[in-house]
């Protein structure tokens, strides 16, 4: 009932009233229905990098990290990948400095110590974006004078966020993106209470500094990196000088910057197309593919991390896991 190929899907074709999955070990797959459950991609290196064909690091090469020569190191990003590599470096790495950089160099709020859910409590936000986040600041003041944590609101947000996602426009869902996603983020995953103490001991101590601002430009030295940045909200420009530069900036959402075959197929063949808002594929409210006319698959669907420009909140375990039931019970019915 259940077969797992281990091969690299390179592309999905129409065959007759099913898909056709050619492999990369030559072989091909026949089948009546499809689910593009991608996971993440990898980061991009910033324009800056790639410009000036200057490598960066993975967050997840281990190898390459241990090889990492003393001096101070550049994580780009200040998310969550950032705190996993900055604690995981500073266990190995008793002298230099760990900077990170990120737009605004806000990092992740911590988790309540205490884990149980939030209290039921219902709340509803109005449509217009910049009444949303007034109403949403309100909700927080409110649950502040119960005495209640700020977590508690965003965690009752959290099953609602995309049927309100689907319910912005895309102007103001793209307005969100460019200018408040980042403090949603930084609320809305948030690290373990003792991660969040480790961090603050580093940036106490002077070994994890945080910075906010752009990368102007790079390049390699003999020594490692060069980078050239500029503060946020200034014109001037600083130089640091790295024993190497690490992608912390999470997982790329724009596929039309994918370098990966198989969704480099979908799209050139105009079998899928990318969402308005520059995340993931265009699906219709049940998860099918949308092509490039705009016509649902009846049996190629998407889920999880590429389904985010729909619904928003669709890449952690439990919005996945409904969303996978959901697919599931369009599959196979019950008879």
């Known amino acids: 009932a259940l077969k797992r190929v ?51 690091l993975d967050p997840w090469d281990r190898e390459a990290l241990a090889r990492i020569p003393s001096g101070d ?33 806000q990092t992740p709020r911590a988790h ?16 217009p974006l910049s009444e949303a986040l007034f109403a949403l600041r309100k909700e927080a003041e409110a649950a502040a004078a119960r005495g209640e944590p700020w977590q508690y609101v965003i965690d009752r947000l959290r099953a609602r966020t995309p049927e309100l996602w689907r319910r912005l426009p895309l102007e103001a869902q793209q307005r969100f993106l460019r200018h408040a996603r980042v403090w949603w983020d930084v609320h809305r995953h948030r690290a373990a209470p003792e991660v969040a103490a480790q961090v603050a001991a580093l940036r106490s101590e002077g070994r994890l500094k945080v910075l906010a601002g752009e990368i102007v430009a790079a390049e390699a030295g003999p020594h490692g990196v060069r980078v050239q940045h500029r503060g ?31 969704v480099r197929q979908l799209l050139d063949d105009g079998v899928a197309r990318p969402h308005a808002n520059g995340l993931g594929f265009d699906i219709d409210q049940d998860g099918r593919v949308l092509s490039a006319e705009g016509v649902a698959h009846g049996s190629l ?17 439990p919005e996945i896991r409904v969303r996978a039931a ?5 599959l196979a019915p019950e008879q």
């Not at 209290?119 to 936000?125: I, M, N, T």
């Not at 130089?239 to 075959?261: F, P, Q």
């Not at 959901?326 to 369009?330: L, R, T």
């Open 6 to 56: 281990r091969a690299e899907a390179l592309a999905c074709r129409r065959a007759d009233d099913g898909w056709l999955i050619t492999m990369s070990s030559g072989r091909s797959i026949r089948a009546d229905s499809v689910v593009l459950a991608l996971g993440n991609a990898h980061a991009r290196a910033p324009g800056a990098f790639e410009q000036a064909a200057v490598p960066i």
């Open 326 to 330: 959901a697919i599931a019970a369009m």
């Open 112 to 127: 309540l110590t205490d884990a149980r859910p939030a209290p039921p409590a219902a709340f509803d936000l109005p449509l």
């Open 73 to 105: 190191i550049l994580l780009l990003g200040a998310g969550l990948t950032m705190i996993d590599v900055a604690l995981s470096l500073a266990k190995r790495r008793k002298r230099g400095v760990i900077y990170a950089l990120s737009r605004r160099g």
């Open 301 to 317: 669907f998407a889920l999880g991390p590429v389904t985010q420009g729909a619904f928003w909140e669709s890449t952690a375990v």
């Open 232 to 262: 946020r909200g200034s014109l001037a420009r600083h130089n640091m000088d790295v024993a190497a530069v690490i992608n912390c900036t999470g997982a790329a959402a724009d596929l039309t910057r994918s370098d990966e075959t198989l």
